[in-house]
């Protein structure tokens, strides 16, 4: 048997007022999706992300999928997505009836690679008299570009946006795991997106135990997502004017999320500390890994921490590392599989993916609860070092 105490990859910190809360919920009988924590939960959404205002959802794939549809994706487009995110990014294109055009990401940031972008909207794509960008090869008509602020760290939005609206295309920014974040003392939701989209869900560093949040300026359009996301209802009785969703947050999710955002500050300092003490402890071998991207311009929330190993490893080997972590309770991981070598988006339109090819299986994740007991970390550190350097 195994003795060793289990460190987990993240865990949620629920110590502060969520039991609380939830206790009000129940007294109260505001279970649902109408309540005070709902209102109050958008409120510190949108403060913390610096965006006019907040529409609380129940996960962060339907809040892209709601996001997607306001800014008018619709059946036959495409959106640009990188290749290197989560699958839910898209998900939510496709559950527009639309498909995701894969870019390859900058290796300096994991994020969308803006020369890139740039490069296929002028290649590939023709303005047609209506205005529409058409991707040439499949006649398909781009509808909007979707950067994920990959790990939490922002993409390159002043790129990114300018190329976008030299061409009248919407951005919709997966900000999933990014609140916290800045890009030169902007908070994440001020970064030029249309919509940033936040994910509430277990693994991030703020959870309702699943939720999301979409979050903007322009408060007519989210209006419509707030309108999409409520089954389309007019008043309070049984008109609807199109086909909506049941996509909103409840009361007791909210409640849980207001707690936990009266922390923010708190958890994401701790992830950005344990980032830092994992960079420190791999410094010295630097012939054999590599930190998470670290631009100077950007304080990233540090969602997920760990190194990358060095080319010259292969995969067995990182695998190892792994799978040796594991076989001493600690819980080292894999990172994303880009999305086009996944089965449902190997025939989505792509760029040639080096970078994001090259990367993903080199990542190895480690434990950064945000309440990680110092002497875990140590021991992280150390079972690292031995299987680096034995
Ligand atoms: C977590 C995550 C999502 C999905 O959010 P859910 O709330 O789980 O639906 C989408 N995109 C990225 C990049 C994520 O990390």
Redesign the pocket.
């Known amino acids: 048997m195994n003795t060793l105490k289990k460190i987990p990859l993240a865990v949620p910190d629920l110590t502060g007022n969520e039991a609380r809360y939830l206790q009000e919920c129940i007294t109260s009988t505001f279970v649902s999706s109408v309540g005070p924590f709902v209102e109050r939960f958008e409120s510190m959404v949108a403060a913390a992300s610096g965006a006019k205002g907040a529409v609380a959802v129940s996960?962060?794939?339907c809040g892209?999928h709601a996001a997607l549809i306001t800014v008018g994706v619709g059946p036959g487009d495409l959106v640009i997505v990188p290749s290197l995110?989560?699958i839910?990014?898209a998900n939510a294109v496709s559950h527009c009836g639309a498909m995701p055009w894969l870019v390859d990401v900058d290796p300096a940031t994991w994020n969308l690679d803006p020369d890139l972008l740039e490069h296929i909207l002028s290649h590939e794509t023709r303005l047609q008299a209506d205005g529409n960008v058409i991707h040439c090869a499949s006649g398909r008509r781009v509808a909007a570009v979707m950067p994920?602020h990959t790990l939490g760290l922002a993409a390159d939005m002043e790129a990114i946006v300018a190329c976008a609206r030299s061409r009248n295309l919407p951005v919709i920014a997966?900000a999933?795991?990014a609140l916290g974040a800045t890009h030169r003392g902007q908070p994440v939701g001020a970064l030029g997106a249309a919509l940033s989209v936040f994910?509430?869900?277990g693994n991030?560093t703020v959870t309702c135990g699943?939720g999301?949040a979409i979050v903007g300026d322009h408060l007519p359009q989210l209006a419509l997502a707030r309108h999409l996301t409520t089954t389309a209802r007019l008043g309070s009785g049984y008109d609807h004017d199109r086909v909506g969703f049941n996509y909103r947050m409840t009361n007791l999710q909210a409640a849980v999320g207001c707690a936990q955002l009266e922390r923010l500050d708190p958890f994401v300092q701790a992830k950005r500390a344990i980032r830092a003490r994992y960079d420190q402890a791999f410094a010295d071998l630097a012939d054999r890994v590599s930190p998470f991207p670290a631009p100077v311009d950007s304080a990233g929330a540090c969602w997920f921490s760990g190194f990358v190993m060095r080319r010259a490893a292969d995969p067995e080997a990182v695998e190892r590392l792994r799978t040796g972590l594991q076989a001493v309770g600690i819980d080292a991981r894999p990172f994303w599989k880009p999305l086009h070598r996944q089965p449902p988006y190997r025939q989505t339109p792509q760029t040639p993916q080096p970078v994001s090819d090259d990367l993903w299986w080199r990542v190895v994740t480690l434990p950064c609860a945000t309440g990680l007991p110092e002497e875990d970390q140590h021991r992280v550190i150390l079972a690292a070092r031995r299987l680096l350097t034995g």
Do not use: E, I
Request: neutral net charge; hydrophobic residues 40%.
């Open positions: 996960s962060g794939t892209l995110t989560f839910a990014s994920v997966d999933a795991a994910s509430f869900n991030k699943g999301g």
